[in-house]
């Protein structure tokens, strides 16, 4: 692997969206930091969009904006993520979802949080979501950053970049779970305790799709969030760490809040068995802190974990 330790490298999974990819793709091309290194991986699209981004790669390509397009048929989010990062030469990565938009600064207030702590493996940062005309910034990384990831998920995609050997150490993207894959990838990462950065300001601009992987509904993807849950899980009963009691009961809670969402949805039929199941994998002692996530989640308020995470 080269260790060029000047090129961020950002890596772009697309599928059948050639005039988004534009966009995100002219919001890279904007970056005030140079140089970067673009790799696209087409994840099966059948539409044009390869040929939308060989257009915009002939028209943007630069001696300090180098490019590459890719293609991986498995479908699936994290498989091309996966496949990028095996071609990634740089010292340092990122990951970008192709209907978004990288803020200018970004990669240079990355960088710079990189020549203020070399030795640090990971920078993290929010983004601000906008859903439905509300705009909500994600939560920032502060506290202890593994809790705070299996509650917020606060390495979402777009919100970290990462150095490229590291990201390989602990197993890269697993294709196998193709909902919340960025949920359980960074999981792993911070089970390695990383030395890591954070920046407080947002440096992205998301904007979630009806046509999707994930979607914008819970239970039209019933089953891939337990998945993504259960490999979690398992990774937290590997790691060895002395707060893994403490870990999988978060999980739980998690179990618990995904359980009320189909229920908000009217699908009992998926809130049931997934709230019994949480139930059962936390102590008595700890199950009125379950119900009572449950139930406050249903009636659609938030911030349930400020009230039980303590006593979890």
């Known amino acids: 692997m080269i260790q060029n330790q000047e090129t961020m490298t950002i890596v772009v999974p697309v599928y059948n969206r050639p005039e988004l990819v534009v966009r995100c793709l002219d919001s ?18 059948s539409d044009d969009t390869p040929d939308a981004v060989r257009r915009w790669q002939a ?40 209907d978004d938009v990288m803020r200018p600064d970004n990669v240079a207030s990355v960088m710079e949080a990189w020549k203020q702590d070399p030795e640090a493996q990971l920078v993290l940062f929010p983004v601000v979501r906008h859903l439905a005309g509300a705009d909500r910034r994600t939560h920032s990384a502060k506290g202890n950053l593994l809790e705070r990831h299996l509650v917020h998920a606060i390495l979402q995609t777009e919100c970290f970049a990462v150095k490229t050997a ?97 229920a908000k949805e009217g699908r009992m039929d998926l809130a049931d068995p997934l709230y019994r199941e949480a139930l059962r994998q936390v102590s008595a002692s700890r199950r009125p802190l379950i119900r009572f996530a449950y139930h406050w989640t249903r009636r659609r308020l938030r911030g349930a974990f400020i009230l039980v995470g303590p006593f979890l």
């Open 166 to 262: 590291y990201l390989m150490s602990v197993g890269g993207w697993r294709g196998e779970y193709p909902n919340w894959n960025d949920f359980e990838t960074g999981t792993r990462i911070l089970l390695g305790e990383p030395r890591a950065v954070a920046i407080s300001r947002p440096l992205a601009d998301v904007y979630p799709q009806k046509v999707s992987i994930t979607g914008v509904s819970f239970s039209a993807k019933a089953g891939l969030w337990e998945k993504s849950l259960a490999g979690i899980e398992r990774s937290i009963k590997e790691s060895g760490r002395k707060d893994i009691t403490r870990l999988l009961n978060i999980v739980a809670y998690r179990r618990a809040v995904l359980a009320a969402c189909y």
């Open 59 to 98: 028209a943007n390509e630069a001696e300090d904006l180098t490019f590459e397009l890719l293609s991986d048929s498995r479908r699936g989010a994290a498989y091309a993520r996966q496949t990028g990062l095996e071609h990634t030469l740089t010292d340092k990565v990122m990951f970008f979802d192709s």
């Open 28 to 45: 890279l091309s904007a970056q005030t930091w140079r140089p970067i290194h673009i790799i696209v991986v087409d994840n099966g699209s």
